[in-house]
C-alpha cells in the first residue's frame, strides 16, 4: 500500500468532515433560535429574529446553559488523563522488569515502535480480563495517553501482529487523534443534555394534562432538538472516526513496513470468535479508538459504526492479501509434505464417479505434475486410473487424435445435423482432420457415449502435457464456436464443453482457480479470493427468496436430467424448490433458447455465496440426481457443471453395478 | 492609501511567509537530526550490549579468541563512527563510513553465531538468553529508527525541494540530506542470535 499517499488522503478527508461536524454544530444553534423565537409567537405575538423577546432570550439561554453544563462534566470526566481512564477501565499497567516474559515482549514492542514513530512511548496496560483481540488508547486533552491492550490480543497474536497492533495505536497518537476525539466527545455530550433535560421536564409533567403545561412543550422541544442533533453529531463523529481508522492503519504500515503482519492481525481478528466489542461504563469514549470494534450486522448501523468493516481495511492495506496468505501457507504445507500432491482444481480432487453403464470407477485426480512415464501409466488402459475399453484407448494414442476425440465427442446423433458438424470443423481446421473426426465418431460410437468421461479424461490428460496454454484456451474457443449452433448451445454440449475445458486447465479465471499448478499462482488465487471475499462484505449476499429464480432454474434442469416421466418430474421440482423459496417459478426446460445464457447468469449468482451455501446446494442436486438409484450420464454431466461452476467438491459415490 | 503602502503591505506578508517557511524548515530539519540522534542512541545500546554478549560467551569458549576479538574490534570501531557521525549529521560521507563499520560488525557477530551455535551448554545460558531477547529488541528498535529517519529525511528533503521553500533553503543553506543507506544487503539483515 502506498502508506503516505494513504495517509495525506484519509487526512483530507476526516478534515472535511470536521468542518462538517463544526457546520451542524453552528446549523443546531441556528435552529434552536429560530424554534425559540417561533414557540414564543403564541406568547408575546412578534416575530423578531434580532432581538428575541424575553422569553425566547430565557430558553436560548436555558439551552446553552444545559450544553456547558453537560460539556464541562465530560470535561471532568476525561481530563484525569489517560493513567487514570486505563485504571478506571480495570487495566493494570505492566511494570517494567516484569516477571513475566510475555508482558517485558509487550514493553519492548512498544519501545520499538515508540523509535519507528518518534513518540515518547506512553505507559503500557493490560486489561486482564478481556479475552477478545483488543488494542487501545486512553488520554485527556494534554497528550497523557495510556495505551491498554487485551489479554486476548497478548495470547492470541504473534510479535509482528501485536507489532502491528500497537502500531496502529500509535497511529492514533501521533495523528492526535485523542484530542480531536475528546473535543468530539464533549461536543456530543452537551448536546446530549439537552436531551435529557427534556427528558426530565416531560417525565415531571406527566402527572398533569400534559400538552396544556408550558413545561412539557419546552420538554418536547428540547428532545426534538436534543436527539435530532445528537444523531447527526453521532453520524459525523462516526464518519471521522473510520477514517482515522484507515489512517492509523496506514501509520502502521507505515511504521512496521510490514503490511502483511497488519492485514493478518486484522484477518486474526475476523476469525476470532469473542466478541470484540469493549464493555464498560466509559466504552464510549474509547471505542473510537479501538484497534477494532467487531463488524455491524445491520445496514443502518454502519452509519454509527466506528470502524469500518475488516475486510475493506484489509482491502486498503493489499486487497490480494488474503490470496497471498493462502498462497503462503500452500507452499509451507507443501515443503512440510511434499508426498501430498494438489490436486489441480478444487473439484478434481480424487473423485470416484459411477458413471450411467456402472462399470466405470475414475479417478480423476490428475497430479499436475505427472511426468512423462506416469503420464504413460495414466494413459494405458489397464494404467489403474479409469477403465477404457482397447479400441478406445487405441484410438487416442496421440495428441492430433486426442484432439479429434475430443471434437467427436460432440458428433449428434441426427445425421443431418452431424454433417453440417463436420463440414464446420473442415472449415474451422482443414479436411483431413474433419475425416479423422469423422472416423472416430464412427469406429466406436458406442464409446464415446458411455466412456465420454474417461474419454475426456484421458483426452485431455494428454493434450495437458503436449499443448501449451493459450493454444488450449484457442482450441476451446474455436470448439465453442462449432457447437453453437444458431448462436445457442445444446445445454449438454454446454455441459461437457465445461467439463473439457475444466480437465484441459484452461478455463476462465473468474469461475475456476488454478492454484497451486504452476509457480505463477497469484493471478489465479486472486480472483478467486474476490469473489471468496466477497460474502463476508455482507452486501452481495442476497436472501434466498431473491435467488429463488436461479435456484429455479437450475432444479428444474436438474430434474429433467433424470430422464423420468414428466409428472415424476413436476412433483420432484416442486418439492426441491420448496427448499429454497416459496413463491413459485415455473419449470424450466432444457431446450428452451438462451437457456445457457440464463444458467451462466445464474452461476454468476451463486458464485458469489457463502461456500456452506453453494455446497450444500450441490449437494441437494446430488440427492435428487440419486433418488432413483441411478446416476445418469446427463445428471452426471450436469452433477460435475454445478460443481464446477459452483467451485464447490463433488463426491459422488461409487456404485457398482449389480 | 498610496502605492507606497500597499508595496510596504505586499513586502510584510512576503515576509511573514518567509519567515513560517524557514521556521517550518528548521522544524523538520531539528526533526530529522533527532531522528538520527535515535539511530545513535540504540546503537551504542547495541554496543553496550554486545561486550556483555562477548563476557558471557567467553566463559565458555574462550579458546575461541579470534572471533571475540574481532567482534570487540568491529564493535569499537563501529561505536567510534557512529560518535562522529551522530556529531555531524548532515555531513554524508560520515554516515557512509558508519554504514562501513556497521557492516563489518554483523559479520564478526554472524561468526560469533556460528561459534555459539556448537557450544550447546554456551546456547542453553540463561544470561545468554537473556542478553538475546535484549538484542534482538535492540536490533528491531535500530532499524525502526533508521526508518524513522528516513521518513524524516524525506519530509525535510520534500519540504526543502518544493517551490516557495526552495528559494528559502537555498539562500539559508539547508543542505539536502543522506538516506542512512546500507552499504549492501547484509547489514539490512539483523545480526540474529539464535538459541535453541
Given at each position: 500500500?502506498?502508506?503516505?499517499?494513504?495517509?495525506?488522503?484519509?487526512?483530507?478527508?476526516?478534515?472535511?468532515?470536521?468542518?462538517?461536524?463544526?457546520?451542524?454544530?453552528?446549523?443546531?444553534?441556528?435552529?434552536?433560535?429560530?424554534?425559540?423565537?417561533?414557540?414564543?409567537?403564541?406568547?408575546?405575538?412578534?416575530?423578531?429574529?434580532?432581538?428575541?423577546?424575553?422569553?425566547?432570550?430565557?430558553?436560548?439561554?436555558?439551552?446553552?446553559?444545559?450544553?456547558?453544563?453537560?460539556?464541562?462534566?465530560?470535561?471532568?470526566?476525561?481530563?484525569?488523563?489517560?493513567?487514570?481512564?486505563?485504571?478506571?477501565?480495570?487495566?493494570?499497567?505492566?511494570?517494567?522488569?516484569?516477571?513475566?516474559?510475555?508482558?517485558?515482549?509487550?514493553?519492548?514492542?512498544?519501545?520499538?515502535?515508540?523509535?519507528?514513530?518518534?513518540?515518547?512511548?506512553?505507559?503500557?496496560?493490560?486489561?486482564?480480563?478481556?479475552?477478545?483481540?483488543?488494542?487501545?488508547?486512553?488520554?485527556?486533552?494534554?497528550?497523557?495517553?495510556?495505551?491498554?491492550?487485551?489479554?486476548?490480543?497478548?495470547?492470541?497474536?504473534?510479535?509482528?501482529?501485536?507489532?502491528?497492533?500497537?502500531?496502529?495505536?500509535?497511529?492514533?497518537?501521533?495523528?492526535?487523534?485523542?484530542?480531536?476525539?475528546?473535543?468530539?466527545?464533549?461536543?456530543?455530550?452537551?448536546?446530549?443534555?439537552?436531551?435529557?433535560?427534556?427528558?426530565?421536564?416531560?417525565?415531571?409533567?406527566?402527572?398533569?394534562?400534559?400538552?396544556?403545561?408550558?413545561?412539557?412543550?419546552?420538554?418536547?422541544?428540547?428532545?426534538?432538538?436534543?436527539?435530532?442533533?445528537?444523531?447527526?453529531?453521532?453520524?459525523?463523529?462516526?464518519?471521522?472516526?473510520?477514517?482515522?481508522?484507515?489512517?492509523?492503519?496506514?501509520?502502521?504500515?507505515?511504521?512496521?513496513?510490514?503490511?502483511?503482519?497488519?492485514?493478518?492481525?486484522?484477518?486474526?481478528?475476523?476469525?476470532?470468535?469473542?466478541?470484540?466489542?469493549?464493555?464498560?461504563?466509559?466504552?464510549?469514549?474509547?471505542?473510537?479508538?479501538?484497534?477494532?470494534?467487531?463488524?455491524?450486522?445491520?445496514?443502518?448501523?454502519?452509519?454509527?459504526?466506528?470502524?469500518?468493516?475488516?475486510?475493506?481495511?484489509?482491502?486498503?492495506?493489499?486487497?490480494?492479501?488474503?490470496?497471498?496468505?493462502?498462497?503462503?501457507?500452500?507452499?509451507?504445507?507443501?515443503?512440510?509434505?511434499?508426498?501430498?500432491?494438489?490436486?489441480?482444481?478444487?473439484?478434481?480432487?480424487?473423485?470416484?464417479?459411477?458413471?450411467?453403464?456402472?462399470?466405470?470407477?475414475?479417478?480423476?485426480?490428475?497430479?499436475?505434475?505427472?511426468?512423462?512415464?506416469?503420464?504413460?501409466?495414466?494413459?494405458?488402459?489397464?494404467?489403474?486410473?479409469?477403465?477404457?475399453?482397447?479400441?478406445?484407448?487405441?484410438?487416442?494414442?496421440?495428441?492430433?487424435?486426442?484432439?479429434?476425440?475430443l471434437h467427436?465427442?460432440f458428433?449428434?446423433?441426427?445425421?443431418?445435423?452431424?454433417?453440417a458438424y463436420y463440414e464446420a470443423i473442415a472449415f474451422a481446421y482443414?479436411?483431413?482432420f474433419a475425416?479423422?473426426?469423422?472416423?472416430?465418431?464412427?469406429?466406436?460410437?458406442?464409446?464415446?457415449?458411455?466412456?465420454?468421461?474417461?474419454?475426456?479424461?484421458?483426452?485431455?490428460?494428454?493434450?495437458?502435457?503436449?499443448?501449451?496454454?493459450?493454444?488450449?484456451q484457442r482450441l476451446l474457443k474455436s470448439l465453442e464456436k462449432l457447437l453453437v449452433v444458431e448462436g445457442e448451445f445444446t445445454?449438454?454440449n454446454y455441459?461437457?464443453l465445461?467439463?473439457v475445458r475444466?480437465?484441459?486447465?484452461?478455463?476462465?479465471?473468474?469461475?475456476?482457480?488454478?492454484?497451486?499448478?504452476?509457480?505463477?499462482?497469484?493471478?489465479?488465487?486472486?480472483?478467486?479470493?474476490?469473489?471468496?471475499?466477497?460474502?463476508?462484505?455482507?452486501?452481495?449476499?442476497?436472501?434466498?427468496?431473491?435467488?429463488?429464480?436461479?435456484?429455479?432454474?437450475?432444479?428444474?434442469?436438474?430434474?429433467?436430467?433424470?430422464?423420468?416421466?414428466?409428472?415424476?418430474?413436476?412433483?420432484?421440482?416442486?418439492?426441491?424448490?420448496?427448499?429454497?423459496?416459496?413463491?413459485?417459478?415455473?419449470?424450466?426446460?432444457?431446450?428452451?433458447?438462451?437457456?445457457v445464457?440464463?444458467?451462466?447468469?445464474?452461476?454468476?449468482?451463486?458464485?458469489?455465496?457463502?461456500?456452506?451455501?453453494?455446497?450444500?446446494?450441490?449437494?441437494?442436486?446430488?440427492?435428487?440426481?440419486?433418488?432413483?438409484?441411478?446416476?445418469?450420464?446427463?445428471?452426471?454431466?450436469?452433477?460435475?457443471?454445478?460443481?464446477?461452476?459452483?467451485?464447490?467438491?463433488?463426491?459422488?459415490?461409487?456404485?457398482?453395478?449389480? | 492609501?498610496?502605492?507606497?503602502?500597499?508595496?510596504?503591505?505586499?513586502?510584510?506578508?512576503?515576509?511573514?511567509?518567509?519567515?513560517?517557511?524557514?521556521?517550518?524548515?528548521?522544524?523538520?530539519?531539528?526533526?530529522?537530526?533527532?531522528?538520527?540522534?535515535?539511530?545513535?542512541?540504540?546503537?551504542?545500546?547495541?554496543?553496550?550490549?554486545?561486550?556483555?554478549?562477548?563476557?558471557?560467551?567467553?566463559?565458555?569458549?574462550?579458546?575461541?579468541?579470534?572471533?571475540?576479538?574481532?567482534?570487540?574490534?568491529?564493535?569499537?570501531?563501529?561505536?567510534?563512527?557512529?560518535?562522529?557521525?551522530?556529531?555531524?549529521?548532515?555531513?554524508?560521507?560520515?554516515?557512509?563510513?558508519?554504514?562501513?563499520?556497521?557492516?563489518?560488525?554483523?559479520?564478526?557477530?554472524?561468526?560469533?553465531?556460528?561459534?555459539?551455535?556448537?557450544?550447546?551448554?554456551?546456547?542453553?545460558?540463561?544470561?545468554?538468553?537473556?542478553?538475546?531477547?535484549?538484542?534482538?529488541?535492540?536490533?528491531?528498535?535500530?532499524?525502526?529508527?533508521?526508518?524513522?529517519?528516513?521518513?524524516?529525511?524525506?519530509?525535510?528533503?520534500?519540504?526543502?525541494?518544493?517551490?516557495?521553500?526552495?528559494?528559502?533553503?537555498?539562500?539559508?543553506?539547508?543542505?539536502?540530506?543522506?538516506?542512512?543507506?546500507?552499504?549492501?544487503?547484509?547489514?539490512?539483515?539483523?545480526?540474529?542470535?539464535?538459541?535453541?
Amino acid at each position: 500500500m502506498n502508506f503516505f499517499g494513504s495517509q495525506d488522503n484519509r487526512k483530507k478527508q476526516s478534515l472535511l468532515l470536521l468542518v462538517c461536524f463544526v457546520a451542524a454544530m453552528l446549523a443546531m444553534a441556528a435552529v434552536i433560535h429560530v424554534v425559540a423565537v417561533f414557540i414564543n409567537v403564541p406568547l408575546s405575538g412578534k416575530l423578531d429574529f434580532g432581538n428575541p423577546p424575553g422569553p425566547a432570550k430565557a430558553f436560548i439561554v436555558l439551552i446553552w446553559l444545559t450544553c456547558l453544563a453537560g460539556g464541562f462534566f465530560r470535561i471532568l470526566d476525561v481530563k484525569a488523563g489517560g493513567a487514570a481512564l486505563a485504571q478506571r477501565f480495570g487495566a493494570t499497567e505492566v511494570q517494567p522488569k516484569s516477571r513475566f516474559r510475555e508482558e517485558t515482549e509487550l514493553l519492548n514492542i512498544v519501545d520499538e515502535i515508540g523509535v519507528a514513530s518518534a513518540t515518547t512511548p506512553p505507559p503500557v496496560f493490560i486489561l486482564h480480563r478481556e479475552d477478545s483481540i483488543n488494542a487501545f488508547v486512553v488520554g485527556g486533552f494534554k497528550g497523557r495517553e495510556a495505551l491498554v491492550v487485551s489479554q486476548g490480543a497478548l495470547e492470541k497474536l504473534d510479535r509482528d501482529q501485536l507489532s502491528a497492533v500497537i502500531a496502529h495505536e500509535y497511529g492514533h497518537i501521533t495523528q492526535g487523534d485523542i484530542p480531536v476525539n475528546m473535543r468530539l466527545l464533549v461536543a456530543l455530550s452537551s448536546l446530549n443534555a439537552i436531551d435529557e433535560v427534556g427528558k426530565l421536564l416531560m417525565v415531571r409533567s406527566r402527572e398533569g394534562e400534559l400538552f396544556a403545561q408550558p413545561g412539557v412543550v419546552v420538554g418536547i422541544v428540547l428532545r426534538a432538538l436534543g436527539s435530532i442533533g445528537v444523531f447527526f453529531g453521532h453520524v459525523i463523529r462516526s464518519a471521522f472516526s473510520r477514517q482515522r481508522e484507515f489512517l492509523a492503519d496506514a501509520c502502521a504500515v507505515q511504521f512496521t513496513r510490514n503490511p502483511e503482519s497488519v492485514a493478518s492481525a486484522l484477518t486474526d481478528i475476523r476469525n476470532d470468535v469473542t466478541d470484540a466489542a469493549i464493555h464498560g461504563v466509559h466504552a464510549e469514549e474509547i471505542t473510537h479508538l479501538c484497534f477494532q470494534a467487531g463488524d455491524v450486522t445491520r445496514w443502518y448501523k454502519q452509519f454509527f459504526a466506528t470502524h469500518p468493516p475488516v475486510q475493506k481495511r484489509i482491502d486498503a492495506i493489499d486487497p490480494h492479501y488474503a490470496a497471498k496468505a493462502r498462497a503462503k501457507k500452500r507452499r509451507s504445507d507443501h515443503s512440510d509434505k511434499p508426498k501430498v500432491k494438489q490436486g489441480g482444481s478444487a473439484a478434481s480432487n480424487v473423485t470416484n464417479i459411477n458413471v450411467g453403464n456402472g462399470t466405470t470407477a475414475l479417478q480423476f485426480a490428475q497430479a499436475p505434475e505427472v511426468s512423462n512415464s506416469s503420464l504413460a501409466q495414466t494413459l494405458s488402459p489397464t494404467g489403474g486410473i479409469g477403465v477404457l475399453s482397447d479400441k478406445a484407448a487405441m484410438m487416442i494414442s496421440d495428441p492430433s487424435s486426442c484432439l479429434a476425440v475430443l471434437h467427436a465427442i460432440f458428433v449428434s446423433d441426427d445425421r443431418s445435423n452431424s454433417k453440417a458438424y463436420y463440414e464446420a470443423i473442415a472449415f474451422a481446421y482443414n479436411k483431413v482432420f474433419a475425416h479423422s473426426v469423422k472416423d472416430i465418431a464412427e469406429s466406436i460410437p458406442k464409446a464415446l457415449a458411455t466412456e465420454q468421461l474417461a474419454i475426456i479424461e484421458h483426452a485431455t490428460a494428454q493434450l495437458r502435457h503436449s499443448i501449451k496454454l493459450e493454444n488450449r484456451q484457442r482450441l476451446l474457443k474455436s470448439l465453442e464456436k462449432l457447437l453453437v449452433v444458431e448462436g445457442e448451445f445444446t445445454l449438454m454440449n454446454y455441459a461437457t464443453l465445461q467439463l473439457v475445458r475444466r480437465k484441459l486447465d484452461a478455463e476462465f479465471p473468474v469461475l475456476e482457480t488454478k492454484v497451486g499448478i504452476t509457480t505463477d499462482t497469484n493471478a489465479g488465487s486472486n480472483a478467486e479470493e474476490q469473489v471468496d471475499n466477497a460474502p463476508a462484505q455482507g452486501m452481495k449476499v442476497k436472501t434466498f427468496d431473491k435467488m429463488g429464480e436461479e435456484f429455479a432454474l437450475l432444479l428444474s434442469l436438474m430434474v429433467e436430467s433424470s430422464g423420468n416421466s414428466g409428472e415424476r418430474i413436476d412433483e420432484q421440482y416442486k418439492i426441491a424448490l420448496a427448499c429454497y423459496t416459496k413463491h413459485h417459478h415455473p419449470r424450466r426446460l432444457s431446450n428452451e433458447p438462451g437457456i445457457v445464457k440464463e444458467l451462466e447468469a445464474a452461476f454468476q449468482t451463486l458464485y458469489v455465496q457463502p461456500k456452506a451455501i453453494r455446497e450444500s446446494f450441490v449437494q441437494h442436486c446430488l440427492d435428487i440426481a440419486q433418488a432413483d438409484h441411478h446416476i445418469a450420464k446427463e445428471e452426471h454431466a450436469l452433477l460435475n457443471l454445478f460443481a464446477a461452476s459452483l467451485n464447490c467438491e463433488l463426491q459422488i459415490p461409487v456404485k457398482r453395478a449389480a | 492609501m498610496g502605492i507606497g503602502t500597499i508595496l510596504l503591505i505586499v513586502l510584510v506578508l512576503l515576509l511573514a511567509y518567509g519567515v513560517m517557511v524557514y521556521n517550518r524548515l528548521v522544524t523538520h530539519k531539528n526533526r530529522f537530526e533527532n531522528a538520527f540522534s535515535q539511530i545513535d542512541v540504540q546503537l551504542q545500546r547495541r554496543y553496550e550490549l554486545i561486550p556483555n554478549l562477548v563476557e558471557v560467551a567467553n566463559k565458555y569458549v574462550a579458546h575461541e579468541k579470534d572471533t571475540l576479538t574481532e567482534v570487540i574490534e568491529a564493535r569499537n570501531q563501529a561505536s567510534k563512527a557512529c560518535k562522529e557521525a551522530a556529531a555531524n549529521p548532515g555531513e554524508s560521507g560520515l554516515v557512509g563510513a558508519l554504514a562501513k563499520a556497521e557492516q563489518s560488525l554483523g559479520n564478526a557477530m554472524g561468526k560469533l553465531n556460528l561459534v555459539v551455535e556448537d557450544y550447546p551448554e554456551l546456547k542453553a545460558d540463561e544470561t545468554l538468553r537473556d542478553l538475546h531477547d535484549e538484542l534482538t529488541s535492540t536490533e528491531n528498535r535500530v532499524s525502526y529508527a533508521r526508518q524513522a529517519y528516513s521518513d524524516a529525511v524525506m519530509r525535510y528533503n520534500t519540504e526543502r525541494e518544493q517551490f516557495p521553500a526552495v528559494v528559502v533553503a537555498n539562500t539559508c543553506n539547508f543542505n539536502e540530506a543522506d538516506l542512512f543507506e546500507a552499504a549492501n544487503d547484509e547489514i539490512r539483515e539483523p545480526v540474529k542470535v539464535k538459541f535453541g
